[in-house]
């Protein structure tokens, strides 16, 4: 417990912080800051250690109403029975074949499904989203024989190199390493309009800068292979873009010969109603990136395009863990047991419920300064009395949230994520925003 680490010190130094937690949550913590690379970051000191629907219980016997699932993960809820019967029996037969060098059922079963509910006729397996978004350059650049990529500002693809290339919304992270050439260029973030100007008149100014200003100044279509696009940032800050945005992106790919590939890694597997949140804007890109709540909490990825599109040769891409038999069967489990529910239409109701409950919140809270939102992908701005970005009582509104019993995550420059799994009740909801409430005005006295 002498080197606990500078982790453990900022948890010390946060008032109230380590008061909430119990004494193995503490030890556990100690010894963990003393260990595990500090790279990693934990706004608050949480030790989970079961969790059932949308509540997490913490080491010491705590309860939290969780709106982060992980992530934007556990899209079926903790402790899914469909999910443990599936891992269960898998379980017993076999964990890992090596599905690049064999054949196995499981795999073949969640494929099938996939096609299913996305249209797209193949699937490349891996392990996470940022190994799926590697495999979508790569696939890219393959086919098209071409070098060079066009991103957004805020976007976040992944840490890795090619990924982290494409990532407009972590600098620090991007410092020192190198990169293959990405042109970056706005996302339609209109409560923030970059181009200063106004939706709709502005005809959707910042999709076309593509075609207007980088294919003619920056980047010849010719030589790019593809456009990579979050349907809703997500990292960035939960930033959703007007209908024309992605139809206008869309136009311009197909006009320019350009593939467009579509990083559902957060936004897929029915987190903002349909099974890809592209559905929403009707459009359907070239390649699509699947990970996160695909695996039900375990760990794989999915690329997937059509036949015409990925038809590279044997041994030009594989891993070892794609297509792990476990993950394959919990995936197709979590899907199946969504598609039952009828999660679309709940997705939608609890959606439109907890924007509402935040828009009235806002009334009576003017450091709310934007909410905004498709299905279970919700963000709440935190802003000053000028309208400003206001970090520091973003962070000071989710450590309050903490001792209240609520789980929340930051993302954007000052934006709160509510991304709650998919099957948390109304019940559950309200009381989570009766104890927000209480969080908020501790926060903003």
């Known amino acids: 417990m002498k080197e606990q680490g500078r982790e453990f010190d900022f948890f010390e130094q946060e008032v109230g912080l380590l008061d909430t937690v119990g004494t193995r949550a503490r030890e556990i913590i100690g010894q963990d800051c003393s260990m595990v690379s500090a790279c990693v970051a934990r706004p608050y000191p949480l030790v989970v250690d079961r969790a059932k629907g949308s509540i997490v ?36 037969k076999m964990v890992h074949c090596g599905y690049g060098d064999f054949f196995a059922e499981p795999p073949l079963k969640l494929a099938k499904k996939l096609r299913e509910l996305s249209g797209y006729s193949r699937v490349f397996y891996c392990n996470s989203g940022a190994e799926s978004v590697e495999a979508a350059m790569k696939l890219s650049l393959w086919k098209t024989k071409r070098q060079n990529f066009i991103a957004f500002y805020n976007a976040f693809h992944g840490r890795t190199l090619g990924a982290l290339s494409l990532t407009g919304s972590k600098v620090r992270q991007k410092e020192h390493f190198p990169t293959i050439r990405t042109v970056h260029t706005h996302y339609a973030y209109c409560y923030r309009c970059p181009m200063k100007l106004e939706y ?4 959707v100014e910042c999709a076309k800068q593509i075609e207007n200003l980088i294919f003619r100044r920056e980047l010849s279509p ?24 992605h139809k206008e992106v869309r136009k311009i790919c197909t006009d320019n010969d ?7 890694v957060q936004t897929g597997c029915f987190r903002t109603g349909p099974f890809l949140a592209m559905e929403n ?34 041994g030009v891409h594989s891993n070892t863990f794609g297509g792990n038999l476990l993950s394959s069967a919990a995936a197709l489990a979590s899907l199946e047991f969504l598609e039952k529910e009828n999660t679309e239409n709940h ?54 949230a903490f001792k209240d019993g609520i789980l929340l995550l930051p993302c954007g420059d000052s934006v709160i994520r509510f991304s709650p799994p998919l099957v948390m009740t109304d019940e559950e909801a309200d009381l989570g925003f009766d104890k927000f409430e209480k969080a908020l005005k501790r926060a903003v006295r």
């Not at 080491?59 to 992530?71: K, L, N, P, S, W």
């Not at 891992?87 to 017993?92: D, K, R, T, V, W």
């Not at 990136?289 to 040769?313: E, F, V, Y």
């Not at 963000?379 to 000071?396: H, L, M, T, Y």
């Open 57 to 92: 219980k913490d080491i010491d016997g705590r309860e939290y109403i969780d709106f982060v699932a992980g992530i934007a993960v556990m899209n079926a809820g903790y402790s899914n029975p469909d999910v443990k019967a599936a891992i269960s029996a898998q379980l017993e």
């Open 200 to 203: 709709p008149s502005c005809g």
């Open 347 to 400: 997705v939608r109701e609890m959606g439109a419920h907890i924007r509402q409950r935040l828009r009235e919140l806002q009334e009576n809270f003017p450091c709310i300064g934007d909410v905004r939102g498709l299905g279970l992908m919700i963000g709440a701005e935190i802003v000053k009395p000028d309208k400003s970005i206001d970090p520091a009582r973003r962070d000071r509104i989710i450590k309050e």
């Open 222 to 245: 010719e030589d790019t292979a593809a456009v990579f696009i979050e349907p809703i940032q997500g990292e960035g800050g939960y930033i959703v873009p007007p209908q024309e945005f």
């Open 258 to 264: 350009v593939l467009l590939a579509a990083d559902e």
């Open 281 to 314: 804007f009707e459009i359907r890109a070239d390649i699509t990136c699947l990970a996160k709540a695909l695996g039900a909490g375990l760990p794989i990825g999915a690329m997937l395009a059509d036949r015409d599109l990925m038809d590279w040769p044997p």
